[in-house]
């Protein structure tokens, strides 16, 4: 079974500029979630789609947002780049939303903004 | 609210000895507890969780660790490491709100193998 896949893997953007991340899930893993790597702040929680419905968020300002198709796919947007966006943005999926379940990650998406 | 400390950011080890890398959690309810590994440019993979039952988890590659409560803790150890082992370790505790659980993790710690 092929794991979460990510696209890109780098980006390079400028600062003002918009972002889109895609994730592709564990085929049938109905959730998906997202969390921003940095070395300063480590792992924070961006949210979590179920089913097309966004089910919990992190906090993070509304730049910050996402999507979810109905093939369980999953986009994250980033609008008017700032420098300290600049991570590594994990995309994680799961079976369900059960609490104790296991996510299995994909490789990230390295984003840089200059 | 939900926290997690790792207590060393960086552990250095000779290879074959025995490792224990060290997480605290805070939690006023019930939790569940991870351990993921990420090797460089990789995302994260799941060594061992703790949801319930026996306190001592093993997990993949040798590694268990030991949920103890009172002391609201759960190291994670290995009696022998390689140098494949080399990597980052997080340490996470799950969150539920409102039905929909996230993730918190610890700062990770930097596990080195020497040989």
């Known amino acids: 079974k092929a794991g979460v896949t990510q696209t890109p893997r780098y980006l390079i953007k400028t600062r003002g500029q918009q972002v889109t991340l895609s994730c592709s899930p564990i085929?049938?893993?109905?959730?998906v979630s997202w969390y921003q790597q940095t070395p300063g702040q480590g792992l924070q929680f961006l949210f979590e789609?179920?089913?097309?419905?966004?089910?919990n968020k992190g906090n993070f300002p509304g730049r910050f947002s996402g999507r979810q198709f109905s093939n369980s796919r999953s986009e994250m947007n980033v609008s008017t780049l700032e420098l300290g966006d600049s991570a590594l943005y994990l995309c994680?999926?799961?079976?369900?939303?059960?609490?104790?379940?296991?996510?299995?990650f994909g490789p990230g998406t390295r984003l840089t903004v200059l | 609210a939900q926290s997690v400390t790792q207590l060393d950011s960086q552990v250095p080890v000779f290879e074959e000895a025995p490792v224990e890398l060290r997480c605290n959690y805070s939690?006023?309810?019930?939790?569940?507890l991870f351990w993921y590994v990420q090797y460089p440019n990789q995302g994260l993979q799941l060594l061992l969780k703790?949801?319930?039952?026996?306190?001592l988890v093993k997990g993949i590659n040798g590694f268990e660790a030991e949920f103890n409560k009172s002391q609201t803790s759960f190291h994670l150890r290995k009696p022998s490491v390689h140098i494949s082992d080399t990597a980052e370790y997080f340490c996470?505790?799950?969150?539920?709100?409102?039905?929909?659980?996230?993730?918190?993790f610890g700062q990770g710690t930097r596990l080195t193998i020497n040989p």
């Open positions: 996470a505790v799950s969150v539920v709100i409102q039905g929909a659980q996230k993730l918190v």
């Open positions: 939690s006023s309810v019930s939790v569940y």
């Open positions: 994680a999926s799961s079976l369900d939303i059960a609490g104790g379940r296991e996510q299995f």
């Open positions: 085929s049938g893993h109905r959730s």
């Open positions: 789609y179920f089913s097309e419905t966004q089910r």
């Open positions: 703790y949801l319930s039952g026996s306190t």
